[in-house]
């Protein structure tokens, strides 16, 4: 991509769907991203590379991808990142504000233009080493859902599909752990989705790589001693799925909160607190999928 190449024009591709809109658009008028992505894409002067992360409502997709985002920013283990734009900071200061006061972030809305984007420059701290323009929203596990059921309903999770390098899907642990079935089917249309989002023919195996996450694994700690093992007997639907039609998957436990404590709302409804925030596993899955893309 390079920037010349729009010298001049009075429209841009959306980043995501390809659309033209006029310079001075904030969001596409085709899908609603923004169009900052594209402004910084040129900036940078090569294609960004997008991860994107899915799953059920209330699986924790946004707490994770805060976490992860504000874990990189920090500088955890051997990574860097740096923010594109200071709306690709909104998202981790969210999270880390609502955690500090022991809150849960509230739920991702289910309209587009209410979406937290992120735009990061991701590499290793080490002389040469690749740099990754990471481009990952933050999407409604709502919306996802509606887009599995019915496809372009969402056709900004369809185009962001077809255009990503790599996936994370969260899978709920402790809803898998304590018997639920719901965690496995849902997981098993996310997959299937995919598989006819991304693979030319059918009797390809899909190439992109897909973490999947246990997430919450503190509500069942065995999953992190053998998360493939958990998977298998607790998720099984899921494992044949990606045995059967994926040549690049791995299975990850992760979690964020080392304790809760539970309330009650106006409602009376049972609200559960982050007493102590531990993050376990975090950046994990996303080292895994960034050494599959650099092969």
Known sequence: MSTSTY????????LICETQNQTDAVVCGNCGAPMALIQEALAQDRD?????????SNVGKTVYLGMLLDMLSKRAEDFEAVPKGAYSVNLQHNVISYLSARQFPPKTAMEVDEWHWTYYQASRRKRGARIYDLVMPDMAGEAIAAEVASPQTFTVIRSLLEKSAGAMLLVDAGLAGAGSPQPDFFALKLMSYLDGVLVTKREQRMSTPVAVILSKADYSPE?????????????????????????????????????????????????????????????????????????
């Open 48 to 56: 960004p590379c997008i991860i994107t992360v899915i799953g059920d």
């Open 7 to 14: 010298s001049g024009s009075t429209t841009l591709p959306c």
């Open 223 to 295: 999953c992190f001693d053998d998360p493939h093992g958990f998977a298998k007997t607790n998720l099984n639907r899921l494992c044949n799925m990606c045995e059967a039609r994926f040549e690049s998957y791995e299975f990850f436990a992760t979690s964020v909160v080392g304790a809760l404590g539970y309330g009650t709302d106006e409602s009376e409804n049972v609200i559960p607190y982050p007493l102590h925030v531990a993050p376990r596993g975090i950046l994990e899955p996303f080292e895994w999928v960034l050494s599959k893309l650099g092969r």
